[in-house]
């Protein structure tokens, strides 16, 4: 969409700005307390906060390069080039065909970078329902999932922070529910696309009753339209890798970060930790640095932070998962664990685009090539203008079906409650079809979907790209309350505050049957790059689920997996939030045990 950015790569090794170790060599060991598979959103976090004791030593295994000096990392309304696949920075995962997507497959994005999605993702900072984690609470037996005693947690990883542009934040958000001091900054869009932000909210007012004004949808309650917020701080992309990671933390002594290497299984199983409830544990994780594979050894514990990807494949490579499919791959059954990889759960999202009568959108500068360079020279100059934002969506609008729709004859409400949402609708100043002229994009995603789908292994070679399965619209429910939702966003562009502004559709949807409509938007959707719930956590004595309520994998000792995986179903929000709060509850949990 955004025209080719310069990506400037800049390393560092275990001397002078950051002790990054590029070469393996250069460690002073193999042996550690802790080994963490992962360094990205979920992974920076345990290895701050972890090492926040000087007593413990902590590894951190790497597959990507670093994010210091990354341009597309740093400059949000770059991000494109760093997410998408093909760039350095990404795993380069395509999903399987996906039947109810007309058989579609997808890029499925993945940072393959220090900071992981937060360092390539598009920002948006949202933390779903307190019903999504009151749900968590319940199916695990925890109450330490439950909003309230979570919400703590969002405040200590948030600083919120002033937008790039400065201007008057009054009436956009509510600081009572924000934290002020953590490590990941949090604001609003820094610039203007005023022609449109007003009209959005102009909507609000004229519609009420469907679409009412939410000062802040991260305090639990999101239902209505309100300002999106940004892990964006100072015109810069805020990352784990940035506000967990900084230089003062990672020069720490205890800690060690190894970049460009990939993990492929945990290996030398023993029973020398024998518990009634895990007899086995892992000795060590093995991983490839180069042409040559090693083992690193952790004392404590081995913690999994590979994301939803990731970490079931490194747990079925290391033999532990569903025992006919690992015994047809000729991989050596160690637990059979038969929830490892199932339930993935995903967000679905359809766009829509319309012609407008204005130039004041994203296509005055992607289309430009002097404007772009102006706008570049801008944040180089002062970290501020248009490029102080990602693919900018200005506001988000949270919503529900209604409680007479005939799509709850087909499966019972799938959302945790009465004040969690079915959609979300984002707002943005930009079109989807690459067409020249000015255009705004209403795009809906069903954030309580039925769909599961799962991630299995492609062959026994742990190096191969599993098999992902989203499950995309496999479920009749999730298409036709998708195109419930569409018809809510035709209502939203139908109030008066869009007259004389927007134009033609790109696409005519409203001349479509509804069972027209139902098929184009399962040929033409996409998924939200939010699967959670291959490593779900449940109830200590439940048969299913890969861990219990601490984060520790159900039959082995000394193993966690502490990362978006454990979620046992999708909240209704972007994941990023959530995952940040599962691993500063979950590096709390590490501490109860060993400190």
């Known amino acids: 969409m955004f025209a080719p950015a310069l990506t400037i790569l800049s390393f560092f090794s275990g001397v002078g700005f950051c002790k990054l170790y590029e070469d393996v060599a250069d460690l002073p060991g193999l042996q550690y307390d802790f080994?963490?598979?992962?360094?990205?959103?979920?992974?920076?976090?345990?290895?701050?906060?972890?090492?926040?004791?000087?007593?413990?030593?902590?590894?951190?295994?790497?597959?990507?390069?670093?994010?210091?000096?990354?341009?597309?990392?740093?400059?949000?309304?770059?991000?494109?080039?760093?997410?998408?696949?093909?760039?350095?920075?990404?795993w380069n995962y395509t999903t399987t065909p996906q039947a109810g997507a007309s058989n579609h497959t997808f890029e499925y994005l993945r940072g393959y970078i220090l900071g992981g999605c937060s360092s390539h993702n598009g920002m948006a900072y949202t933390r779903g329902a307190a019903e999504d984690f009151d749900r968590y609470a319940t199916l695990t037996g925890d109450d330490g999932w439950s909003w309230n005693k979570i919400f703590p947690y969002f405040l200590k990883n948030e600083q919120w922070t002033a937008p790039a542009d400065n201007h008057d934040t009054h009436g956009q958000f509510n600081p009572k529910v924000h934290g002020t001091a953590g490590p990941i900054e949090v604001s609003i869009s820094g610039y203007p696309w005023t022609e449109f932000q007003q009209r959005v909210m102009q909507t609000t007012k004229e519609l009420p009753d469907d679409f009412p004004f939410n000062l802040d949808m991260n305090s639990g309650k999101p239902l209505g339209v309100g300002w999106l917020q940004y892990t964006i701080g100072h015109g810069e992309r805020s990352s784990s890798a940035t506000g967990y990671l900084e230089p003062k933390i990672i020069q720490r002594p205890n800690l060690d970060v190894l970049l460009h290497a990939q993990v492929s299984k945990l290996v030398n199983v023993t029973k020398s930790r024998v518990t009634p409830s895990?007899?086995?544990?892992?000795?060590?994780?093995?991983?490839?640095?180069?042409?040559?594979?090693?083992?690193?050894?952790?004392?404590?514990?081995?913690?999994?932070?590979?994301?939803?990807?990731?970490?079931?494949?490194?747990?079925?490579?290391?033999?532990?998962?569903?025992?006919?499919?690992?015994?047809?791959l000729g991989i050596t059954t160690v637990l059979d664990l038969p929830s490892v990889g199932k339930n993935?759960?995903?967000?679905?999202?359809?766009?829509?685009?319309?012609?407008?009568?204005?130039?004041?959108?994203?296509?005055?500068?992607?289309?430009?090539?002097?404007?772009?360079?102006?706008?570049?020279?801008?944040?180089?100059?002062?970290?501020?203008?248009?490029?102080?934002?990602?693919?900018?969506?200005?506001?988000?609008?949270?919503?529900?079906?209604?409680?007479?729709?005939?799509?709850?004859?087909?499966?019972?409400?799938?959302?945790?409650?009465?004040?969690?949402?079915?959609?979300?609708m984002l707002f943005q100043p930009f079109g989807f079809m690459d067409l020249p002229g000015h255009f705004i994009s209403l795009t809906m995603a069903m954030v309580s979907p039925v769909s599961r789908g799962s991630v299995t292994l492609s062959s026994n070679?742990?190096?191969?790209?599993?098999?992902?399965?989203?499950?995309?619209?496999?479920?009749?429910f999730d298409a036709l309350a998708l195109t419930e939702g569409i018809n809510l966003?035709?209502?939203?562009?139908?109030?008066?505050?869009?007259?004389?502004?927007?134009?033609?559709?790109?696409?005519?949807?409203?001349?479509?049957?509804?069972?027209?409509?139902?098929a184009y938007i399962r040929a033409n959707l996409g998924p939200g790059y939010h699967v959670v719930g291959t490593a779900?956590?449940?109830?200590?004595?439940?048969?299913?689920?890969?861990?219990?309520?601490?984060?520790?994998?159900?039959?082995?000792?000394?193993?966690?997996?502490?990362d978006a995986s454990v979620l046992p179903i999708v909240p209704a929000a972007h994941t990023q939030a959530a995952t940040y709060v599962v691993a500063e509850r979950g590096a709390d949990m590490v501490k109860q045990t060993w400190m």
């Open 35 to 90: 080994v963490i598979v992962g360094g990205g959103t979920a992974g920076s976090v345990l290895a701050s906060r972890l090492t926040e004791n000087a007593t413990v030593s902590v590894l951190v295994l790497e597959a990507g390069p670093s994010n210091v000096g990354v341009l597309d990392a740093q400059v949000p309304f770059l991000s494109n080039g760093v997410s998408d696949n093909g760039t350095s920075y990404s």
């Open 278 to 328: 895990a007899p086995f544990a892992f000795q060590g994780v093995e991983f490839r640095y180069g042409n040559s594979l090693f083992v690193a050894k952790a004392s404590k514990e081995i913690i999994l932070s590979a994301g939803p990807i990731g970490t079931p494949q490194i747990l079925m490579n290391s033999g532990i998962g569903d025992r006919s499919a690992l015994q047809a």
């Open 344 to 424: 993935a759960s995903e967000h679905p999202y359809f766009g829509m685009s319309w012609a407008v009568n204005s130039n004041q959108t994203v296509e005055s500068i992607t289309q430009n090539a002097t404007r772009f360079n102006e706008a570049f020279a801008e944040w180089n100059r002062s970290r501020t203008g248009p490029f102080v934002d990602p693919s900018p969506g200005t506001h988000a609008g949270w919503f529900r079906l209604n409680a007479n729709s005939s799509v709850f004859d087909l499966h019972s409400d799938p959302s945790p409650g009465p004040e969690a949402p079915h959609f979300e």
């Open 461 to 476: 070679d742990p190096f191969a790209p599993p098999l992902i399965d989203l499950g995309l619209l496999s479920s009749d």
């Open 489 to 518: 966003a035709f209502k939203f562009a139908s109030a008066p505050a869009w007259n004389g502004y927007l134009g033609e559709p790109t696409v005519n949807l409203t001349a479509m049957s509804s069972a027209e409509l139902t």
């Open 536 to 562: 779900g956590m449940s109830a200590r004595e439940a048969q299913y689920g890969v861990v219990d309520p601490d984060l520790k994998v159900k039959g082995i000792a000394g193993l966690r997996v502490i």
